[in-house]
T-cell receptor, first 113, second 112 residues
């Protein structure tokens, strides 16, 4: 499993763009990069997944350079409601056909007025 | 669709008591998971069931047992609760080999 490194915390203000970078130097050829968001007292929620270049959905964008050793989650114009923990996951371990995702401690994003 | 539901939402146990956490999903997913999350930490996988009829240990299985009752339901049992099992427990489900897991709202368990 590729180990990931991301900042423990980030602060921002409403209306700003926030970029959270995740390092995953030993990513395997077949690994996808997946980001989850977790609000206090809730379970994590899948927000975006990518393999290379750029992926965009209604919530965020994911930028992946050619070497795939890092990725950047971009949240456009954040609001107070984007305050959450963001987890970067890379690949998963196969076990009997199921996933074995490895969650790190994530990045605590705090958005203020 | 309700997605993934968990019962109970909160529970307080005394050391040595037993209980079962219930989880159900209505998305027709094959795989289901149980995680625990301790304060300030990420989630750790306790047990998972890749498909109906199979269960496997995750990272922290000691002190727990699971039952995949049918495709919809996956329960987690604490036979003799210990204070170290105080945590928030999340159930999740997904399609086989898909990293997009859908999580329930969690059960906050305190063992005194």
């Amino acid at each position: 499993l590729a180990k990931t490194t991301q900042p423990i915390s980030m602060d921002s203000y409403e209306g700003q763009e926030v970029n959270i970078t995740c390092s995953h130097n030993n990513i395997a050829t077949n690994d996808y990069i997946t980001w989850y968001q977790q609000f206090p007292s809730q379970g994590p929620r899948f927000i975006i997944q990518g393999y290379k270049t750029k992926v965009t959905n209604e919530v965020a964008s994911l930028f992946i350079p050619a070497d795939r050793k890092s990725s950047t989650l971009s949240l456009p114009r954040v609001s107070l409601s984007d305050t959450a923990v963001y987890y970067c996951l890379v690949g998963y371990e196969m076990g009997g056909g199921g996933n074995k995702l490895t969650f790190g401690t994530g990045t605590q994003l705090k958005v203020e007025l | 669709n309700a997605g993934v539901t968990q019962t109970p939402k909160f529970q307080v146990l005394k050391t040595g008591q037993s209980m079962t956490l219930q989880c159900a999903q209505d998305m027709n997913h094959n795989s289901m998971y149980w995680y625990r999350q301790d304060p300030g930490m990420g989630l750790r996988l306790i047990y998972y069931s890749a498909s109906e009829g199979t269960t496997d240990k995750g990272e922290v299985p000691n002190g727990y047992n699971v039952s995949r009752l049918n495709k919809r339901e996956f329960s987690l049992r604490l036979e003799s609760a210990a204070p170290s099992q105080t945590s928030v427990y999340f159930c999740a489900s997904s399609e086989i080999s898909d990293e997009r897991e859908f999580f329930g709202p969690g059960t906050r368990l305190t063992v005194l």
